[in-house]
């Protein structure tokens, strides 16, 4: 066997294992199981996990945005008309989230942690000075005393009302935005500190929120099961809530928002307690998307999310009391207020009932300024960007007794949104992106294996057609040099006389063989002469 043969053989033989190696592992997706597993086991909240330190301090920039509705006509809205608001800001603050008092319980399966926020003002990612600028709006505390007076007899509202008009308390204050974020020391409030000093006499909507908690979580670490990673177990030492009407809305499901399980499904749907908003809501897939050269996928609320329960009836147990529900896309949480009328939404009430949007003059719902949506790498479940937005309202309804309300109808009333957002930075994201092609190179090694079979196999066939075009060419040559060696009749064919006779006597044989020629031509014809006896 020659050498070229020989590789031909190895060649074909080496083809052949690759192939049905490859072909196997492919079908038998061995390597892309042996690296999922490894992400399973390493994307977990135990100590001296890859992911701990970075769920401990997060190092990417969290900004908190404050757009707040300044009131342009209250003399008309008091009136009976129409609030026309316009929309002022943002006054954009940093937000540090790191946790704390990091505990493992139950062999280091659980993990309780707190996550203090607290705020500092960026001037650059702002529109004005929150110190200086000046914003009207509905006076929330009134509101709140208006709200705890329905429950008395209309003599006791009427001089409540005499008593807070007498203050100087009106529906509607100018306050500069930093007293109406961080709080200020509200008249009506003072004089009830004085007669129930559990009432405090300072307001504002993040009053106390900066360099404080939401409170005391326990979460699954994820190392049982890795659906359950940063999974919240109880909250506040509940696991469920006792504010509404249902089991199924009391629940407390999936992560606070900051970390999810890895190998995310497209037909997932993910689900997120907010503390602030009292309730566990989910996200559906939206679409792909990439961020920072990061592949994610977009997962965003759905419509069922705030819709009434006429469309969706697990909704129902949002109504406290009973059937005392609102229209799509608000949702009231007194329950969880202490009582004050506090109405969330989207901003601008997006993907809320019409009604609630034309009642306002100043409203323009759009998607791409107003939606809230998460963007999370589907192999490692890590956010890589983020927007929540939020919207605070007032609920306004008349209340007999209290003049300054006579006029007027139920409003939900926009006193402000907020925008929490984040994107990954940028080491973070070339760490990631070198995670991702590990995972990428090592789960499609088996496809390295196939092509390179398949390479194989080229090189085999026309190896193979180059040996048999080469064995043609040598048959040809020694076809052409046999045909070229065949003897030819006027070249090779010889003449002989034969004769016994001695030399002297073939003078006359050859004058008779030339006399014979003129008759015709002979090929190797002698005359034979018989010897005498």
């Known amino acids: 066997?020659?050498?070229?043969?020989?590789?031909?053989?190895?060649?074909?033989?080496?083809?052949?294992?690759?192939?049905?190696?490859?072909?196997?592992?492919?079908?038998?997706?061995?390597?892309?199981?042996?690296?999922?597993?490894?992400?399973?086991?390493?994307?977990?909240?135990?100590?001296?996990?890859?992911?701990?330190?970075?769920?401990?301090?997060?190092?990417?920039?969290?900004?908190?945005?404050?757009?707040?509705?300044?009131?342009?006509?209250?003399?008309?809205?008091?009136?009976?008309?129409?609030?026309?608001?316009?929309?002022?800001?943002?006054?954009?603050?940093?937000?540090?989230?790191?946790?704390?008092?990091?505990?493992?319980?139950?062999?280091?399966?659980?993990?309780?942690?707190?996550?203090?926020?607290?705020?500092?003002?960026?001037?650059?990612?702002?529109?004005?000075?929150?110190?200086?600028?000046?914003?009207?709006?509905?006076?929330?505390?009134?509101?709140?005393?208006?709200?705890?007076?329905?429950?008395?007899?209309?003599?006791?509202?009427?001089?409540?009302?005499?008593?807070?008009?007498?203050?100087?308390?009106?529906?509607?204050?100018?306050?500069?935005?930093?007293?109406?974020?961080?709080?200020?020391?509200?008249?009506?409030?003072?004089?009830?500190?004085?007669?129930?000093?559990?009432?405090?006499?300072?307001?504002?909507?993040?009053?106390?929120?900066?360099?404080?908690?939401?409170?005391?979580?326990?979460?699954?670490?994820?190392?049982?099961?890795?659906?359950?990673?940063?999974?919240?177990?109880?909250?506040?030492?509940?696991?469920?809530?006792?504010?509404?009407?249902?089991?199924?809305?009391?629940?407390?499901?999936?992560?606070?928002?900051?970390?999810?399980?890895?190998?995310?499904?497209?037909?997932?749907?993910?689900?997120?307690?907010?503390?602030?908003?009292?309730?566990?809501?989910?996200?559906?897939?939206?679409?792909?998307?990439?961020?920072?050269?990061?592949?994610?996928?977009?997962?965003?609320?759905?419509?069922?999310?705030?819709?009434?329960?006429?469309?969706?009836?697990?909704?129902?147990?949002f109504c406290v009391p009973a059937n005392d529900c609102l229209s799509r896309g608000v949702l009231k949480v007194s329950v969880c207020r202490e009582g004050a009328p506090i109405v969330v939404s989207f901003p601008h009430f997006y993907q809320a009932d019409q009604k609630y949007i034309d009642a306002i003059e100043g409203m323009s719902p759009s998607e791409e300024a107003h939606e809230t949506y998460l963007d999370l790498n589907p192999t490692t479940g890590i956010p890589v960007r983020a927007c929540k937005r939020a919207q605070l309202n007032v609920l306004l309804n008349r209340v007999v007794g209290f003049p300054s309300t006579r006029n007027l109808n139920q409003t939900i009333f926009p006193i402000m949104f907020v925008n929490e957002s984040f994107v990954i930075d940028k080491n973070s994201a070339s760490q990631m992106r070198t995670l991702l092609t590990v995972v990428t190179v090592v789960s499609n090694f088996p496809l390295f294996i196939v092509g390179l079979g398949a390479i194989l196999l080229v090189v085999f066939v026309i190896l193979i057609c180059r040996s048999r075009q080469k064995r043609n060419a040598v048959k040809r040559i020694e076809f052409s040099e046999a045909f070229r060696s065949f003897p030819n009749a006027k070249e090779d064919t010889a003449y002989t006389q034969v004769s016994s006779k001695p030399d002297e006597q073939r003078e006359d044989h050859v004058t008779v063989a030339s006399q014979s020629l003129r008759n015709g031509s002979y090929i190797a014809m002698s005359q034979v002469e018989t010897p005498e006896c």
């Open 1 to 317: 066997m020659t050498r070229r043969s020989c590789t031909i053989y190895a060649t074909g033989i080496v083809c052949a294992h690759l192939l049905i190696i490859g072909i196997a592992l492919v079908l038998g997706q061995v390597f892309q199981t042996l690296i999922h597993n490894r992400l399973k086991k390493e994307l977990t909240l135990a100590e001296g996990s890859r992911v701990i330190e970075s769920w401990k301090n997060p190092p990417s920039d969290v900004y908190m945005q404050y757009f707040f509705f300044n009131v342009t006509n209250p003399e008309v809205f008091l009136a009976g008309g129409k609030a026309a608001v316009t929309q002022i800001g943002p006054y954009t603050y940093r937000e540090y989230r790191p946790r704390e008092n990091v505990t493992y319980l139950e062999n280091g399966t659980k993990l309780f942690a707190v996550n203090p926020k607290s705020f500092m003002f960026v001037p650059e990612m702002s529109s004005g000075d929150p110190e200086v600028d000046l914003v009207r709006t509905i006076n929330i505390p009134f509101v709140a005393v208006m709200n705890e007076m329905k429950t008395y007899n209309f003599l006791v509202r009427t001089m409540m009302s005499m008593w807070i008009k007498s203050m100087g308390v009106e529906l509607f204050i100018t306050r500069t935005v930093h007293e109406m974020l961080w709080g200020f020391k509200d008249p009506l409030m003072t004089k009830l500190h004085s007669m129930k000093p559990e009432v405090d006499e300072n307001f504002g909507l993040m009053y106390k929120k900066n360099g404080t908690h939401e409170g005391e979580f326990v979460f699954l670490t994820g190392e049982q099961n890795y659906l359950d990673y940063g999974k919240i177990d109880t909250w506040n030492g509940l696991r469920k809530m006792t504010w509404w009407s249902s089991n199924q809305s009391n629940m407390i499901n999936g992560t606070d928002g900051s970390a999810f399980h890895p190998l995310l499904s497209k037909n997932e749907l993910l689900y997120i307690f907010a503390a602030d908003l009292c309730r566990s809501i989910h996200l559906g897939f939206v679409e792909d998307v990439v961020v920072e050269g990061i592949p994610a996928y977009r997962f965003a609320p759905p419509m069922d999310v705030l819709a009434s329960p006429e469309d969706n009836p697990a909704n129902a147990g």
